[in-house]
């Protein structure tokens, strides 16, 4: 059973070269400093992810893979095209026809899904910056994928980490 749902927002991504579309942009420096911040922070609090669903954009898969590196034990990246720009209610219909997984899973997606996720969840506004990361714990009994079946526990933000 799921006792923990991350939400994670890629890094920040480099604009550097406007041939490569959208879907291909890799990280810039600062995103790639900020994946290791935050993947040391969810190992030192204790909420390293087990699974990763991440989007297939590159900037999604370089983040996921950065975290990997340094998480112990993190089993996998899954990439699903359906996470690209995903709203809200189908980051939700993904988590309905998908297994529950085991541990902590996290999905690694774009805004602004990751916001509407969010707002849904807990019922209240926050942006949700490159490489922000919510997490939520398992509370109740309803459905994994029940918005309801989720309390937020924690909020890391990159620019938090770089001034620590």
């Not at 992810?49 to 370089?62: F, K, Q, Y």
């Not at 998480?71 to 359906?82: R, Y």
């Not at 209240?124 to 922000?132: E, K």
Request: glycine share 6%; hydrophobic share 40%.
């Amino acid at each position: 059973m799921a006792s923990h749902l991350l939400l994670m927002r890629h890094a920040k991504s480099s604009w550097d070269d406007s041939g490569l579309s959208d879907h291909e942009r890799p990280l810039n420096k600062r995103g790639r400093r900020a994946s290791g911040l935050v993947a040391r922070t969810l190992v030192a609090r204790g909420y390293a992810p087990d699974v990763i669903w991440s989007s297939d954009a590159a900037r999604t898969l370089e983040t996921a893979k950065r975290l990997i590196r340094i998480i112990p034990g993190a089993q996998t990246v899954h990439h699903n095209p359906a996470l690209y720009h995903a709203s809200a209610n189908t980051m939700l219909t993904i988590m309905q026809r998908e297994s529950e997984p085991g541990g902590r899973l996290m999905i690694m997606a774009h805004n602004p899904g990751m916001a509407e996720l969010y707002n849904l969840i807990t019922g209240h506004y926050h942006r949700f910056p490159t490489g922000a990361c919510a997490v939520f714990k398992r509370i109740g009994k309803a459905p994994w994928h029940d918005p309801q079946s989720w309390r937020v526990v924690d909020m890391v933000l990159p620019r938090d980490l770089e001034a620590e």
